[in-house]
Antibody, heavy 121, light 108 residues
Framework: EVQMVESGGGLGQPGGSLRLSCAAS????????MSWVRQAPGKGPEWVSG????????HYADSVKGRFTISRDNSKNALYLQMNSLRAEDTAVYYC??????????????WGQGTLVIVSS | EIVLTQSPASLSLSPGERATLSCRAS??????LAWYQQKPGQAPRLLIY???KRATGIPPRFSGSGSGTDFTLTISSLQPEDFAVYFC??????????FGQGTNLEIK
C-alpha cells in the first residue's frame, strides 16, 4: 500500500524553526517529484514547495521563498521541509504529496495524513 | 498566478439529489484541472483529473467536464459518504500550482 506519514509538526515560535519529515512506504520516491502542500484552518490547500526526483531542482511559493528549504533522501525514502523565520501565517496542516516523474505533469496523489504546525508565542 | 474561484461556497442537498459544483479559472488552464474530495480530519483525495477522467476507484456517479476557464464537477445521485468539501486545482501554469477555496457539500 502506498503511504506517506508526516512528522515534526508542533508549536513553533515566531521567528523560530521547525523541520518536517515525510516517510514514504509502498513505493520508491526516487522516481517522482514530491511536494509539500499546506492548508490553513478553514481554507483551501496551498502548494508550498516541490523537488525533482533527483533532488537537483526545487520550486517554492513566493510566500515561503527564502525561508523554507525542501530536500529529500531517496536512500531513506524520505522528504523534508526545513522551515525558518516562522510567521503566524505559516500555521497550517502540512501534507506531503506525490506527483509525477517531472514537474507539472501529474496530480497530487496520494497525500499523507498531514502534520499540524502552529506558530504562536 | 492563476486564481481558481469555486461556486457555490456551500451547497445543501439531500441524498439521492444531483450536485453541480463549479470552478472558474482566471485564465485558460486547458484541461489541466483536477477535483479533490476532503472529509473532516482527512487529507484531500484525488477524484477527477485532466478535467474529466476519474481517478482509480472513484465511482461513476462522479463526473467532470469543461475546458479552458469553466469546469463542473457533477455527482449524479448523492450518497451519504459524498458529503464533504471539494477543491479544484490547476497545473497548467506553474509554479505555483493553485487551488480553489472549496465548496462545502452539506446534508440538507
Amino acid at each position: 500500500e502506498v503511504q506517506m506519514v508526516e512528522s515534526g509538526g508542533g508549536l513553533g515560535q515566531p521567528g523560530g524553526s521547525l523541520r518536517l519529515s515525510c516517510a514514504a512506504s509502498g513505493f520508491s520516491i526516487s522516481g517522482y517529484v514530491m511536494s509539500w502542500v499546506r492548508q490553513a484552518p478553514g481554507k483551501g490547500p496551498e502548494w508550498v514547495s516541490g523537488i525533482s526526483a533527483s533532488g537537483g531542482t526545487a520550486h517554492y511559493a513566493d510566500s515561503v521563498k527564502g525561508r523554507f528549504t525542501i530536500s529529500r533522501d531517496n536512500s531513506k525514502n524520505a522528504l523534508y521541509l526545513q522551515m525558518n523565520s516562522l510567521r503566524a501565517e505559516d500555521t497550517a496542516v502540512y501534507y506531503c504529496a506525490k506527483e509525477g516523474q517531472w514537474f507539472g505533469t501529474d496530480w497530487f496523489d496520494p497525500w499523507g495524513q498531514g502534520t499540524l504546525v502552529i506558530v504562536s508565542s | 498566478e492563476i486564481v481558481l474561484t469555486q461556486s457555490p461556497a456551500s451547497l445543501s442537498l439531500s441524498p439521492g439529489e444531483r450536485a453541480t459544483l463549479s470552478c472558474r479559472a482566471s485564465q485558460s488552464v486547458n484541461s489541466y484541472l483536477a477535483w479533490y474530495q476532503q472529509k473532516p480530519g482527512q487529507a484531500p483525495r484525488l477524484l477527477i483529473y485532466d478535467a474529466s477522467k476519474r481517478a482509480t476507484g472513484i465511482p461513476p456517479r462522479f463526473s467532470g467536464s469543461g475546458s479552458g476557464t469553466d469546469f463542473t464537477l457533477t455527482i449524479s445521485s448523492l450518497q451519504p459518504e459524498d458529503f464533504a468539501v471539494y477543491f479544484c486545482q490547476q497545473r497548467s501554469n506553474w509554479p505555483p500550482y493553485t487551488f480553489g477555496q472549496g465548496t462545502n457539500l452539506e446534508i440538507k
